[in-house]
């Protein structure tokens, strides 16, 4: 059993004074690591330790800061098999999988440290130039990093780099399922030299992240999870007026229209739902097609999902791993269930593996209404729902009918109408041909009950800001001292 009771506190690791829980290998279903949960007094060093070390960074160069985060960057790509691994062995991914998002991650530190110098404010001349306005873009302070288990390191980056790239400072909560690659993140940073209390990751359960997000000292949150979490978060949010950005789930619609790039869009179909067996947050989860080769997608799509190979996550031949913990794999066969009883019609899979553990089969529900409970709720595993359409109007239609807003895909050669169809779908990110790919340039964040804040692109950098207006008056006037000045 791998030890991980150390969180990274003030510079040093010390043991959290809680009690310790354990990781479950979803693959082997046997505890793999132990880590001691973060009590109160632990919650309050850590981000006493990030007030105090917000003073110097703050005032830390660009040049100095940057070279910190890439040289963090450099580390995890040097560790980079290692890191997979451990991802692997908390959250039963594929290795090749968790390989390529922590290179993301890597990147992500990257993207922001060559930020630093180009953070800029702007120069509003006002009347006559008697006068004018200058705008900076100062930190916050102690960012509370709250992420979830489907992608620790890749969330995380999401978060920490444009946070620390802003000035601010950090206190990471990971989930319980999967601290262990934060951890290694931790001793990465003390092994660069970040300074004492920049970086600080407490572990343990909801209860851990509770006292991080109701802490006084805490300036901003920012959060990944589920809804239901969000709404305590933002209610901790708004009791300390602090900023929090909520990164929430989908039911992503992918659209395929009769004129699709067909090969691409049924394999963009198939990766967007049963890529990390369908936890993702973007899951193309309802795939919409048009009523002229609905039969026919239907079809190529059962088959393509019988014939996905399941097993060992750590097996470069394996295309879907296990799912992430019994809790979950027990929610998504409840899931299958409902969409039984709502009269879907199941065209592939539908039950948990011949292979046993926590494997659960490809599944494809064909013709299901888009008001039943598989169209409506979030199953995070891999279960499809495809549902047909006759026009552009109706395909947009059934896309916004749903309380989420994350995600969207549209496959269509005629780019005229991919671009209009994706300008009507109220989300955050429409792939137009493509399906889950990212880029540390292309801001991501929901519409509706997704979330709101953004994370990647110069708009998280800006998330993470606060902005100063400083007016200068450059005449030699005395004013009215009882009248507003403008
Ligand atoms: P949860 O909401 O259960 O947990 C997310 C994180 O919040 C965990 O670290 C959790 O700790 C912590 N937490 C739980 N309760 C509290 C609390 N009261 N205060 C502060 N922190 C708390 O989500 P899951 O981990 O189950 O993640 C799945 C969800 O995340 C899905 O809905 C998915 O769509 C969404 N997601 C969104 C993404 C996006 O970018 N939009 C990306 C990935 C996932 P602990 O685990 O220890 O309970």
């Known amino acids: 059993m791998e030890s991980y009771r150390e969180q990274l506190i003030d510079g040093e690791l010390v043991r959290g004074h ?13 505890p793999w690591a132990v880590f001691t949960e973060a009590d109160e007094g632990d919650v309050d060093r850590a981000v006493t330790a990030a007030e105090r070390a917000f003073e110097s960074w703050r005032k830390t160069s660009g040049v100095e800061r940057a070279r910190l985060m890439n040289a963090l960057a450099d580390v995890i790509e040097r560790d980079i098999d290692r890191l997979a691994q451990i991802e692997t062995n908390d959250n039963g991914k594929l290795i090749k999988e968790n390989r390529n998002q922590i290179l993301f991650a890597a990147r992500n530190f990257r993207f922001y440290a060559g930020y630093i110098d180009k953070i800029a404010g ?14 900076v873009r100062e930190p916050i302070g102690v960012c509370a990093l709250i992420t979830a288990w489907n ?4 969330l995380l980056s999401n978060k920490l780099p444009p946070a620390l790239a802003a000035g601010n400072t950090a206190v990471i909560k990971p989930s ?3 601290s262990a690659s934060t951890l290694e993140l931790a001793s990465l940073a003390i092994e660069v030299g970040f300074p004492p209390g920049v970086i600080n990751v407490i572990t343990g359960f909801g209860s851990t992240g509770a006292l991080l997000t109701s802490h006084p000292g805490v300036g901003k949150i920012s959060f990944t999870g589920g809804i239901e979490t969000a709404k305590r978060i933002a209610a901790a949010a708004a009791a300390n007026i602090v900023p929090c950005s909520l990164e929430l789930g989908g ?9 699709a790039p067909y090969e691409k869009a049924i394999a963009g179909a ?9 936890q993702s947050c973007v899951a193309g989860s309802r795939l919409l097609v048009q009523a002229s080769i609905y039969e026919r997608v239907v079809e190529d799509i059962a088959q393509w999902a019988s014939r996905i190979k399941l097993g060992d996550p750590t097996d470069a031949e394996t295309q879907m791993g296990p799912i992430a913990f019994r809790g979950h794999y027990e929610r998504v066969l409840a899931h299958i269930a409902d969409a039984l009883e709502d009269g879907s019609r199941l065209v592939a899979g539908g039950h948990p593996a011949a292979l046993g553990g926590l494997f659960i089969e490809p599944t494809v529900f064909a013709d299901v209404d888009n008001s039943s409970r598989l169209a409506q709720n979030e199953v995070f595993g891999p279960i499809l729902a495809i549902i047909p359409f006759d026009d552009e109007a109706e395909a947009i239609a059934i896309a916004n009918d ?5 995600a969207g895909g549209v496959w269509s050669k005629d780019v005229t109408r991919a671009l209009s169809v994706a300008k009507e779908i109220r989300s955050g990110i429409i792939w137009v041909n493509t399906y889950r790919t990212s880029a540390a340039q292309a801001p991501s964040g929901g519409f509706k009950q997704s979330g709101y804040g953004r994370e990647r692109g110069t708009e998280a950098l800006l998330d993470y800001t606060v902005v100063k207006s400083t007016l200068v008056d450059l005449t030699d006037t005395v004013r009215d001292p009882f009248v507003l000045g403008r």
């Open 18 to 30: 809680g009690p310790e829980f354990e990781s479950i290998n979803p693959y082997t279903e046997k």
């Open 251 to 259: 039911k992503s619609a992918n659209i395929i229209f009769e004129d």
């Open 402 to 406: 749903s309380r989420f807003g994350l």
């Open 151 to 154: 992608s620790p390191l890749q």
């Open 270 to 278: 198939i990766g967007g739902v049963f890529a990390a067996a369908g």
């Open 176 to 178: 319980e399922f999967t």
């Open 122 to 135: 702007e120069v509003k001349t006002m009347d006559a130039y008697t006068s004018f306005d200058f705008t």
